[in-house]
Each structure stands twice: as structure tokens, then as C-alpha cells.
């Protein structure tokens, strides 16, 4: 299994790194602002060997059992400019990642259990049950999930093809706003009683 992960990785930074022709590396200067080309570079005698390790930890909550671990450019900044990004997510059981995007392709590796995923388009939906080893990718910008099959704590990795894959949950985009609730029922189809429990839940108002 570490096998299977060290080949995909090196595969992802083979074929999308755009850096090596410009410079060895960049490690992300993250006071400085981002650009459409990425941050400005830390001045290279600044950079020291803690720069290429990173911890992923101590991880987000999400509210359905499930915990996310990041390693973007904001978590490791010497990705800046590989066009590269990894995750961990542990879902325990009876647990799911709800639906979300990803402004990245990814691709997701079990390492333990087994995790039913969802890829949604308009006309259909893409399902299959993944256990320890299987793979699959979710194209940039889908809608997508994860639920828990099994009957232990599952695991997984994500690679994705951007430094700075950003996560886009649908019930916070929806319902973690201040939007009328009239205006979210009407456009969504939704119930406004369904729709005021969903925005108290997800903090949001209107």
C-alpha cells in the first residue's frame, strides 16, 4: 500500500509540475499575497530542511464523523507552484463527507476500509464502493461524496492536481449564508420549514 502511494504522488508531481523550469523549488512567502500564478517566493537562503517536512494535523471536524487532514500550499508552502496538494480524511462509522467540490481533479486511495463514493452529474450519478487499494478521481469542479460502508473508522488519501485544491461544501454554500429563506426555497426546490433547520444548523441567517 505505502508502494502504491509513493508512485501515485511522484506520478501527479511528474505530470504536473510547472516550477522546474523556472526554479529548483519555491517555498510560499504566505505573508505576501496570493496570484493567479501563485506566491512570491521565500528568498531561497532563508529556506531550510524543515521547509520540505510537514505534519499533517491535528485535522478539521466535519459535522457527519469525519475528519479532514490538509496539506496545501497554506499548510506546506514549498508546494507553491508544483500544482500539487494531499489530504487525509478518516471517516468513522456511520459517517460520510457530504457533498463538495474541489477547484483540482483529485484523486482518492483506501488505505482502510471501505467507503462508497458518488460522483454527480446532471444526468447521472457515478457510484462505487471502494476498499483497501482501489482508487478513483473526481474531475475538477463535480459534486461528490464519501459515505462509510464498513464497519470500522475508513481511511483514505487525496492527491490533487493543485497546490491549493480549496473544499466547497454544498449545505454551507446553501445554507451558511444570510440569503432569504424564501429565496433559497424558491430556488432550490426546497421546503422554507426544511430550509430554516438547515440554515440554524449551518450557522447561517435570513
Known sequence: MNTILIVL???LIASTSHASNLQDFCVADLKRADSPSGYHCLPSDTVTSQNFKHELGPGILVPSKSKLYSSSVNEFP???????????????RDGFLPVHTHAANEILIVVQGFIDVGLLTP??????????GDLTVFP???????????????????????????LNFLHRELFGNDIPTKTIAETTFLDKLQVRKLKARFNGSG
Open 9 to 11: 504522488f511522484c506520478g
Open 78 to 92: 514549498v508546494l507553491d507552484n508544483l500544482g500539487i496538494a494531499l489530504g487525509r480524511v478518516e471517516i468513522e
Open 123 to 132: 444526468g447521472r450519478a457515478y457510484n462505487n464502493t471502494l476498499k483497501p
Open 140 to 166: 475538477k469542479g463535480l459534486l461528490h461524496y464519501l459515505v462509510n460502508s464498513g464497519k470500522e473508522k475508513a481511511v483514505a488519501y487525496a492527491f490533487y492536481s493543485s497546490p491549493n485544491p480549496r
